[in-house]
């Protein structure tokens, strides 16, 4: 959809562009009208807005309107140094905050050849699972509140909040959190960090069967999930998905698993793989991610090595002329950094690539035909975080 | 002329001293004043017993801070909806917009009139009492519908279309269970099928019914749990989807009208299935003779609130607990389960009844 200010295409005036105009009314029977969802709506988390073309409650059409909270992030990365960008990228994807930033540290690592100590790649590990965990464990609460299940919320934000007073012992933030730094963190985790990670792993193993028994088996909840939103592997390849959300439709890619980076290939784990890519499958999808998540922190709590958290801090971080790319995986799928350097203190030009716009362009062929709860749904099981797509 | 007249002290002495026109109006003005003190009451009580039940379910304590255990927290929300500007958009239908919001609330209120609380509690008994209950929940469904169409809003229209939809389809499963206790007490008087149960608790008409009781208990508390647009099947305000449904537009008073209208319908069908299932305000005898004279000590109308309670406590359980139907799905559940199941088991209840193969 173009807006009026894109030269490109000037939309006549008073009129829709192509292809997003109202059927005649009558004309095939059908009586069709706009609802505009947002950009303040309880279930499009945060500021989208989607114009859904509806025939009754039947969705025809929908096109999600972004820009609502584009902050310009990347613009602001070239006039500010390479470690002061880092806590902008907490603000884009704020549930993957480290994961970010961890994505933005291993760019700069990779120019300057910067090492990063054993206990450093344990950390950058154990806190990224603990993060995937937490922004799992939101997005399961807000998934049963998109359905009606209010309760789930609560119990999703109860657990969560164990992990993000873990976090605020680690680094002082409960949101946007500025940890990682090039060559490790910005501070050695607190003594009882170790202990406190491994009640977090005990009590998640209770409580996911937990919100499997409130959530995952309830007839309801299947019945709105299955067979909704489904999303073909070819589709999501070429829609460029990653994530969940390409893995539910079968799509087997993991940053972690087929490009690792960190430590990660020393942990062992599954990358849980769905088939037919609708709401259930991204749902079982992420419930699965959760307890790999464990397996990985129990297997990397077990050998925590002792020593320097750190390599060595540097005076300037000036990376030499070039361009450099990282890709982490966050909660949400591929997180890419792209820095073109001209040598000097701040990066030249500074680009993510972000997972959250991909896994939200299918929403209107998977939405299409179905009924404005299934767009719900789908929305939330897409789990899309606003700020990282406006960036 | 049929002889609406309830038998109580207060009533009957008003009726010796005053001649039967004032005394009939001076009754009325009663029954009436004490109804609205009742619903008051019952709203504010069943405000504050969601908020907590609601939280105990959410691993939350509730309100704690106005009075004591929160008790007066509802009062506090009421003020502060009282003294909110009553805004109406411009695009609105002014009738409608401000007929609807009382529509739902006098439709529980009538309800009420038939409902005996004691055995000389009731304001009025009609000898078709349960078909005044079923015209007079009718109201609250042109309620919703007036005010999603009066709003001139896409998505209050959606939510009163969704609403006309499903109280339409889910009164019939609702009217089918009433009617099976109706057969099987011989009588459509609320008083009446109360009476029909006395006894021990399997003199009930729950249990009463091998099999055919249960299941209408259970369909009707389905059926009214659509009825009270509550959750599950709450699809016609469905926050999440339509950001509030039928009373989107509202706001102040008038959407407190919607609100409390809920909690008193709540009451009222907590109410009917007391009276239909529980055996009312009957005491629950258990056949031992010393634990019975105790226990019909214990006045009905405390027994006929407790059973409510523990309806209105079903109904919070529900909501608290399970996802939102959809609409497509909730249609065919009432039209394709709830319905047949209904009327074969008014049939089953029909030949337990012909063939007298009651519990003893």
Same mark, same amino acid.
């Given at each position: 959809?173009?807006?009026?200010?894109?030269?490109?295409?000037?939309?006549?005036?008073?009129?829709?562009?192509?292809?997003?105009?109202?059927?005649? &009314?009558?004309?095939?029977?059908?009586?069709?009208?706009?609802?505009?969802?947002?950009?303040?709506?309880?279930?499009?988390?945060?500021?989208?807005?989607?114009?859904?073309?509806?025939?009754?409650?039947?969705?025809?059409?929908?096109?999600?309107?972004?820009?609502?909270?584009?902050?310009?992030?990347?613009?602001?990365?070239?006039?500010?140094?390479?470690?002061?960008?880092?806590?902008?990228? !907490?603000?884009?994807?704020?549930?993957?905050?480290?994961?970010?930033?961890?994505?933005?540290?291993?760019?700069?690592?990779?120019?300057? +050849?910067?090492?990063?100590?054993? #206990?450093?790649?344990?950390?950058?590990?154990?806190?990224?699972?603990?993060?995937?965990?937490?922004?799992?464990?939101?997005?399961?609460?807000?998934?049963?509140?998109?359905?009606?299940?209010?309760?789930?919320?609560?119990?999703?934000?109860?657990? *969560?909040?164990?992990?993000?007073?873990?976090?605020?012992?680690?680094?002082?933030?409960?949101?946007?959190?500025?940890?990682?730094?090039?060559?490790?963190?910005?501070?050695?985790?607190?003594?009882?960090?170790?202990?406190?990670?491994?009640?977090?792993?005990?009590?998640?193993?209770?409580?996911?069967?937990?919100?499997?028994?409130?959530?995952?088996?309830?007839?309801?909840?299947?019945?709105?999930?299955?067979?909704?939103?489904?999303?073909?592997?070819?589709?999501? /390849? &070429?829609?460029?998905?990653?994530?969940?959300?390409?893995?539910?439709?079968?799509?087997?890619?993991?940053?972690? *698993?087929?490009?690792?980076?960190?430590?990660?290939?020393?942990?062992?784990?599954?990358?849980?793989?769905?088939?037919? +890519?609708?709401?259930?499958?991204?749902?079982?999808? #992420?419930?699965?991610?959760?307890?790999?998540?464990?397996?990985?922190?129990?297997?990397?709590?077990?050998?925590?090595?002792?020593?320097?958290?750190?390599?060595?801090?540097?005076?300037?971080?000036?990376?030499?002329?070039?361009?450099?790319?990282?890709?982490?995986?966050?909660?949400?799928?591929?997180?890419?950094?792209?820095?073109?350097?001209?040598?000097?203190?701040?990066?030249?030009?500074?680009?993510? #690539?972000?997972?959250?716009?991909?896994?939200?362009?299918?929403?209107?062929?998977?939405?299409?035909?179905?009924?404005?709860?299934?767009?719900?749904?789908?929305?939330?099981?897409? !789990?899309? /975080?606003?700020?990282?797509?406006? *960036? | 002329?049929?002889?609406?007249?309830?038998?109580?002290?207060?009533?009957?002495?008003?009726?010796?001293?005053?001649?039967?026109?004032?005394?009939?109006?001076?009754?009325?003005?009663?029954?009436?004043?004490?109804?609205?003190?009742?619903?008051?009451?019952?709203?504010?009580?069943? $405000?504050?017993?969601?908020?907590?039940?609601?939280?105990?379910?959410?691993?939350?304590?509730?309100?704690?801070?106005?009075?004591?255990?929160?008790?007066?927290?509802?009062?506090?929300?009421?003020?502060?909806?009282?003294?909110?500007?009553?805004?109406?958009?411009?695009?609105?239908?002014?009738?409608?917009?401000?007929?609807?919001?009382?529509?739902?609330?006098?439709?529980?209120?009538?309800?009420?009139?038939?409902?005996?609380?004691?055995?000389?509690?009731?304001?009025?008994?009609?000898?078709?009492? $349960?078909?005044?209950?079923?015209?007079?929940?009718?109201?609250?469904?042109?309620?919703?519908?007036?005010?999603?169409?009066?709003?001139?809003?896409?998505?209050?229209?959606?939510?009163?279309?969704?609403?006309?939809?499903?109280?339409?389809?889910?009164?019939?499963?609702?009217?089918?269970?009433?009617?099976?206790?109706?057969?099987?007490?011989?009588?459509?008087?609320?008083?009446?099928?109360?009476?029909?149960?006395?006894?021990?608790?399997?003199?009930?008409?729950?249990?009463?019914?091998?099999?055919?009781?249960?299941?209408?208990?259970?369909?009707?508390?389905?059926?009214?749990?659509?009825?009270?647009?509550?959750?599950?099947?709450?699809?016609?305000?469905?926050?999440?989807?339509?950001?509030?449904?039928?009373?989107?537009?509202?706001?102040?008073?008038?959407?407190?009208?919607?609100?409390?209208?809920?909690?008193?319908?709540?009451?009222?069908?907590?109410?009917?299935?007391?009276?239909?299932?529980?055996?009312?305000?009957?005491?629950?005898?258990?056949?031992?003779?010393?634990?019975?004279?105790?226990?019909?000590?214990?006045?009905?109308?405390?027994?006929?609130?407790?059973?409510?309670?523990?309806?209105?406590?079903?109904?919070?359980?529900?909501?608290?607990?399970?996802?939102?139907?959809?609409?497509?799905?909730?249609?065919?559940?009432?039209?394709?389960?709830?319905?047949?199941?209904?009327?074969?088991?008014?049939?089953?209840?029909?030949?337990?009844?012909?063939?007298?193969?009651?519990?003893?």
């Amino acid at each position: 959809m173009n807006t009026p200010s894109s030269p490109s295409a000037p939309a006549p005036e008073h009129r829709l562009p192509p292809g997003f105009a109202l059927h005649a &009314s009558g004309a095939d029977g059908s009586q069709e009208y706009f609802l505009n969802m947002g950009p303040q709506h309880p279930s499009t988390h945060g500021v989208l807005k989607l114009v859904v073309r509806l025939d009754g409650e039947t969705v025809v059409e929908v096109v999600p309107h972004l820009g609502f909270i584009h902050r310009a992030i990347e613009k602001m990365g070239e006039s500010e140094t390479y470690v002061q960008y880092l806590h902008l990228t !907490d603000r884009m994807d704020y549930l993957s905050s480290h994961i970010n930033n961890l994505g933005v540290c291993m760019a700069i690592e990779k120019a300057m +050849g910067i090492g990063v100590p054993e #206990r450093g790649e344990y950390i950058r590990v154990m806190v990224s699972e603990l993060q995937r965990i937490q922004s799992h464990l939101l997005w399961w609460g807000a998934f049963g509140m998109d359905l009606g299940a209010v309760t789930a919320f609560l119990y999703g934000f109860k657990e *969560r909040e164990k992990i993000t007073a873990l976090f605020e012992d680690l680094c002082g933030a409960r949101l946007t959190m500025n940890y990682f730094r090039p060559g490790g963190s910005n501070a050695d985790v607190p003594e009882n960090f170790i202990p406190r990670v491994l009640e977090i792993v005990e009590e998640m193993k209770f409580t996911l069967d937990e919100f499997n028994a409130l959530l995952s088996a309830n007839p309801i909840t299947i019945s709105r999930t299955q067979g909704v939103g489904a999303l073909s592997r070819e589709r999501a /390849i &070429s829609y460029g998905c990653s994530g969940p959300v390409a893995r539910a439709s079968g799509v087997n890619f993991d940053v972690r *698993r087929h490009a690792p980076y960190s430590i990660y290939d020393r942990f062992e784990f599954d990358v849980p793989l769905g088939q037919n +890519g609708d709401c259930y499958d991204r749902y079982r999808v #992420r419930m699965e991610e959760m307890r790999q998540s464990v397996r990985i922190l129990e297997q990397a709590a077990a050998s925590f090595p002792e020593g320097p958290h750190r390599a060595k801090e540097k005076p300037v971080y000036k990376l030499p002329a070039g361009s450099y790319f990282s890709s982490v995986e966050t909660a949400r799928g591929m997180f890419g950094t792209y820095i073109v350097s001209d040598g000097g203190l701040k990066p030249y030009r500074i680009k993510s #690539r972000s997972p959250n716009l991909s896994n939200l362009a299918p929403i209107a062929e998977m939405a299409a035909g179905g009924k404005i709860a299934d767009l719900v749904a789908i929305l939330s099981t897409l !789990d899309i /975080i606003v700020p990282d797509i406006d *960036r | 002329m049929i002889d609406l007249t309830v038998t109580h002290p207060i009533g009957d002495r008003i009726r010796e001293v005053l001649p039967p026109l004032p005394a009939a109006l001076a009754n009325g003005a009663l029954a009436v004043a004490s109804l609205a003190l009742l619903v008051t009451v019952m709203a504010i009580l069943l $405000v504050w017993l969601e908020r907590k039940v609601c939280a105990r379910f959410q691993a939350r304590l509730g309100p704690t801070r106005v009075g004591p255990f929160g008790l007066l927290q509802p009062i506090a929300d009421a003020l502060k909806l009282l003294m909110k500007e009553n805004l109406r958009p411009t695009a609105t239908d002014m009738v409608a917009y401000y007929l609807a919001p009382l529509l739902p609330i006098t439709g529980s209120f009538l309800v009420l009139t038939v409902i005996p609380f004691d055995h000389n509690l009731q304001v009025a008994n009609p000898g078709a009492g $349960v078909v005044f209950v079923i015209a007079a929940s009718g109201l609250g469904i042109l309620g919703t519908l007036i005010g999603g169409w009066g709003s001139n809003n896409k998505y209050a229209l959606l939510g009163s279309m969704r609403s006309g939809a499903q109280l339409f389809s889910y009164e019939l499963s609702m009217v089918l269970c009433m009617l099976l206790v109706v057969m099987a007490a011989g009588s459509a008087s609320l008083r009446e099928i109360v009476l029909s149960q006395q006894g021990t608790v399997l003199d009930w008409w729950i249990f009463k019914l091998p099999g055919a009781g249960f299941a209408a208990f259970l369909l009707f508390l389905i059926s009214s749990t659509a009825e009270l647009n509550r959750g599950p099947l709450d699809l016609s305000e469905a926050e999440q989807e339509l950001t509030g449904g039928f009373h989107t537009e509202y706001a102040g008073m008038s959407f407190s009208m919607f609100f409390l209208a809920e909690f008193v319908n709540m009451f009222a069908a907590a109410a009917l299935g007391s009276t239909f299932f529980l055996g009312g305000f009957l005491a629950p005898q258990i056949g031992v003779h010393a634990v019975d004279a105790v226990l019909s000590f214990v006045p009905g109308v405390i027994w006929f609130g407790l059973k409510s309670g523990f309806l209105i406590f079903l109904y919070m359980w529900f909501r608290w607990t399970f996802p939102r139907l959809r609409i497509d799905h909730l249609l065919a559940l009432e039209w394709k389960f709830l319905l047949p199941v209904s009327m074969g088991n008014l049939l089953l209840g029909a030949t337990l009844v012909t063939f007298g193969l009651l519990l003893p």
